[in-house]
């Protein structure tokens, strides 16, 4: 299986601050990387696939990069609806593996 | 609206079995493959089980390979899932969820607890 590792495990950011988030597989997965948000009690949210390309509906301020093995998810202003975790899933081959989650906490 | 409603979840002793379900609604679900996700309390997300449009085809993460089967019903747009044999360790929140493209998961569910103890 494709071992999807996220850093860091955890942030803490305010309100306007701009934060990156990496996730790194565990070998190759070309372009097949996805994004999502959770928040507490709710299901996941799907925010980037495909590594860098916006789901319908999900604001400019996300944006996603890479390729191979190496990824990023920017937020460029953090808003305050933006605290939660967010988990990234690779879907080159399967078991479509997720990474372990990043919680993203106000500061 | 697309909509996911998962049910059946609850607590059942080791051993046991478990029927959930999954209703979809605002879609043609017998164009889609469908995926069912679990996650542990506090813990991250997990692939279970994927099963093709027609019900034909399935797959199964090798923690459940054995014990769980999922199925569907295009008629009742009805997504299974048959848990059998059930431990500790299959205590989580499962999310039934659509892919878009075969592979990304969008929607998701509400998502059902099932909870495995004595």
């Known amino acids: 299986d494709i071992q999807m590792t996220q850093s860091p495990s955890s942030v803490s950011a305010s309100v306007g601050d701009r934060v990156t988030i990496t996730c790194r597989a565990s070998?190759?997965?070309?372009?097949?990387l996805a994004w999502y948000q959770q928040k507490p009690g709710k299901a996941p949210k799907l925010l980037i696939y495909?590594?860098?390309s916006l789901q319908s509906g999900v604001p400019s301020r996300f944006s996603g990069s890479g390729s191979g093995t190496d990824f990023t998810l920017t937020i460029s202003s953090l808003q305050p609806e933006d605290f939660a975790t967010y988990y990234c899933?690779?879907?080159?081959?399967?078991?479509?593996?997720f990474g372990q989650g990043t919680r993203l906490e106000i500061k | 609206e697309v909509q996911l409603v998962e049910s059946g979840g609850g607590l059942v002793q080791p051993g046991g079995s478990l029927r959930l379900s999954c209703a979809a609604s605002g879609f043609t679900f017998s164009s889609y493959w469908m995926h069912w996700v679990r996650q542990a309390p506090g813990k991250g997300l997990v692939w279970v089980s994927r099963?093709?449009?027609?019900?034909?085809?399935?797959s199964y993460a090798d923690s459940v390979k054995g014990r769980f089967t999922i199925s569907r019903d295009n008629a009742k747009n009805t997504l299974y899932l048959q848990m059998n044999s059930l431990r500790a360790e299959d205590t989580a929140v499962y999310y039934c969820a659509r892919p878009v493209a075969r592979v990304w998961f969008d929607p998701w569910g509400q998502g059902t607890l099932v909870t495995v103890s004595s």
């Open positions: 099963i093709n449009s027609d019900g034909s085809s399935t």
């Open positions: 070998q190759g997965i070309s372009s097949w």
């Open positions: 495909a590594a860098s």
């Open positions: 899933q690779q879907a080159n081959s399967f078991p479509h593996t």
